[in-house]
Each structure stands twice: as structure tokens, then as C-alpha cells.
């Protein structure tokens, strides 16, 4: 599926996010970070050379983020992603300084900012999750020639459609066609209720 829609929508309408990367000791840690642009390569933020999160993106660039717009939980359209950041240096500064005009209220002058670099999110797989629609609607999408990762419930041919699962599942994507249980991709919660409740094991998680 073509990425673009989903990097515009980071980057317009979404902006701000939460990273995630990993320190020394293998743990996680979380910033706050804003997507400034996009195009055909990828997505573009910048940081500052003096900062922990630099020196973790330089160690290793594997990122996840995730960030959501909307005003409460059932208004809200969620993105995630996991993907391999690279520092591409201060040319592309000034293009997010005049997108990103908050930024002069940051780093004023020039000289303050010689300590900033872009970086380039130039691989990525991510997820699409509308709360806001009924049923709700998932989408999984790529960029920077991989391909977008396939995960959840499906069901195997041992299914004898029982129905058992019908009436378990929350938005009521689970039917039954030609004596088998289909699960409707876009509208699943991966809730897992549908697995747990088969008596003949036809369904199987894809993580």
C-alpha cells in the first residue's frame, strides 16, 4: 500500500510523537520528538549533536514511534511505526526551519544553531488505527523498498464453521462463508477472543 498518505499525515496533522530507542543497557527509552517533513525518501526530524537521543540514534539507528490525533479515545486515529533512522546533516536544515517557523522561537540565530542535524527515517513499516470509525479500521503500510509486515488472526482449513467465534468478536468481523470462518483484516481488534474460543485450533496468531 503506498506509504505517502500515512507519512503526510504524521507529519501535518499528527506532528509530534513519541520515540522510542534503546540505551547501553538495552533498555528502552521515550522522547518526544516532531515530525517536520516528508517526501519519496522518508521522514525528515532534526536534533541536536549534543543531546542523549543523538548519541543513541548514532549508536543504532532501529526507531519505533508512535503518535495519535483526535480529542478522546473513541475520536482517535493512531500511527506506529518501526523503521532505521541516518543523519544526513545540515542541508535540509533551512526547508525545516521555514516549514517548521516555531523553530526560530527554539534556536533564534544562526550560531545557535550549529549544533543541529536531520535525519532521515528512510526505512519503515507501520500501522494505521481509526478508533474513530465503526467498525474500526487498520491499515498496514511500508516505505523504502521493504514490504509492509503482516500480523494478526487467520484461520487455517481445519475450521469446520462452527461459528463459535461469531459472537465473541467485539466489532463483528468474523463470518462465515462457504462453511469457514473468515476474519474481516481491516475491521480486527487482535483481541484474540476468536483463537481462544476455537474447540478445533483453526486459528493462529501471525505476530
Known amino acids: 500500500m503506498n506509504a505517502e498518505p500515512y ?12 520515540f522510542a530507542t534503546i540505551d547501553t543497557q ?3 527509552l521515550t522522547c518526544a520528538i516532531d515530525l517536520m517533513d516528508h517526501d519519496a525518501h ?5 536534533t541536536a549533536t549534543g543531546k542523549s537521543f543523538y ?7 532501529h526507531i519505533a514511534l508512535s503518535g495519535m490525533k483526535g480529542k478522546d479515545t473513541l475520536s482517535c486515529i493512531s500511527i506506529s511505526l518501526q ?3 541516518r543523519e544526513i546533516g545540515t542541508a535540509r536544515l533551512p526547508r525545516l526551519f521555514a516549514l517548521n517557523p516555531y523553530m526560530e522561537k527554539i534556536y533564534p540565530t544562526e550560531a545557535s544553531r550549529r549544533a543541529l542535524t536531520v535525519f532521515c527515517i528512510e526505512q519503515g513499516s507501520g500501522e494505521w488505527f481509526d478508533l474513530s470509525k465503526s467498525p474500526i479500521k487498520r491499515a498496514s ?13 487467520f484461520v487455517s482449513d481445519t475450521c469446520t464453521g462452527c461459528g463459535r467465534c461469531l459472537p465473541l468478536c467485539p466489532q463483528q468481523c468474523v463470518d462465515v462463508f ?11 481488534l487482535h483481541c484474540g477472543n476468536c483463537m481462544q474460543a ?3 485450533d483453526a486459528v493462529t496468531f501471525l505476530k
Do not use: W
Open 55 to 61: 548519541h543513541r540514534l548514532k549508536r543504532d539507528g
Open 178 to 188: 462457504n462453511d469457514k470462518a473468515v476474519i474481516e483484516q481491516a475491521h480486527c
Open 42 to 46: 522518508g521522514l525528515y526530524f532534526l
Open 83 to 85: 523503521g532505521q533512522a
Open 198 to 200: 476455537c474447540p478445533f
Open 7 to 18: 507519512l503526510k499525515f504524521l507529519v501535518e496533522e499528527i506532528h509530534s510523537v513519541i
Open 26 to 28: 538495552g533498555h528502552p
Open 141 to 153: 503500510f511500508a516505505f523504502g523498498d521493504i514490504a509492509p509486515k503482516t500480523s494478526g488472526y
